[in-house]
DNA sequence: GATTTCCTACTCGGATACGGTGTGTCCGAGTGAAACTGG
DNA sequence: CCAGTTTCACTCGGACACACCGTATCCGAGTAGGAAATC
């Protein structure tokens, strides 16, 4: 009942992808630099979640990892499942079929009442993780710590912090 | 992500502990045998409920294990956390504070945002968990297939369904 | 016949193998840009 | 100087090992009950 460490990472990236914007690709090496990890492993998180949808991918030089849409369509729970996978937790084995006394077909045509108390509670977890976008992650963050953004940003996209920072013209807004 | 197949096991023995009653113990062959399943695993099982104070083990002949309290007391949440341990699914191992732009030691003593978010999300699975206790299982079971609990009863209690049915005295009560 | 002792069978409990999945790494296919060449 | 071609470095993508935890099993410690021996 753990969760995969790259759920954390996955969520990291997207994070810093939306801060970046979608018009400059981040290589997935530069993405772990940002954050000391193993680059191919990050790697392979990031293909997860470009299979997913949520990441466009260009590959060749200038390539790298792009949010696909709105970080504000982008749900934790997306990316949780693009890592994890969309199988639910508890998996229900039917054994109160099997035995001496097995219940009947006809008992069965209920759902077990324990699967059911595990989906409801998967459900709740499910929907929390719902109800919370990469963009409102993104904006708790800035609102408690205004310069992690442009920091990211600028980190992230050095010749764009040459450029337009100092021209005063992308950055600021 | 996956949760152990043992709590699938050790909720179906509670339930049927429940039904059985406290002062008969039920070996964990018999349990075993009652849904198909092998008797050395669900004995290990059985342990960690019996570590958790869920569930009371006699040794010796005529021992087993039964329930520890009330089934009213025993919560879902209980039983998860005896089988999986209590450690939350998602550990935040703070990667925001690695790499060359390292979250400052002030920014750091906010908890992370995505931390926040999955500690809600299992808060709220924890919580549903919580509310539904074992005898709350056993009721609904009851109330769709009334003839189950009887049915249990007998089968883990052949001598005690010879005596106390045949009188009339316990069984329906 | 009652009591004490011993023994045996039975139960849990923890120590011990095996397999699957998560973790981590590597190299190849594809691509875009840059460099070079010829007009 | 400009257009076309070639080369090449760079990126993702999937295939390949390693390790840890869940799965499954076995045997030993402890106990209660009964049988046997004794008074």
New binding site residues.
């Given amino acids: 009942?753990?969760m995969?460490?790259?759920v954390e990472w996955a969520v990291h990236a997207c994070l810093h992808l939306a801060w970046v914007g979608p018009d400059t690709?981040?290589?997935?090496?530069?993405l772990a630099e940002f954050n000391d990890l193993?680059?191919?492993?990050l790697?392979?998180q990031?293909?997860a979640l470009?299979?997913a949808g949520i990441v466009s991918?260009?590959?060749?030089?200038?390539?790298?990892?792009a949010l696909a849409r709105p970080a504000e369509h982008i749900t934790m729970l997306d990316v949780v499942e693009a890592i994890?996978?969309a199988t639910p937790a508890f998996v229900c084995t039917e054994i109160r079929q099997r035995g001496p006394l097995p219940a009947s077909k006809r008992s069965a045509r209920n759902p077990c009442e324990i699967a059911s108390v595990m989906s409801r509670a998967e459900a709740a977890w499910r929907h929390e993780l719902e109800s919370e976008t990469i963009a409102d992650v993104a904006d708790d963050v800035a609102s408690k710590l205004p310069g992690v953004p442009q920091g990211v940003r600028r980190w992230f996209n050095p010749a764009s912090t040459a450029v337009r920072v100092r021209t005063g013209r992308a950055d600021t807004a």
Avoid: D, I
Avoid at 25 to 30: F, L, Y
Avoid at 57 to 65: A, H, I, K, L, V
């Fill in positions: 009942m753990r995969n460490q790259g690709p981040v290589t997935a090496a530069r193993p680059p191919a492993y790697n392979k990031l293909q470009a299979r991918s260009t590959p060749g030089p200038r390539g790298g990892f994890e996978g």
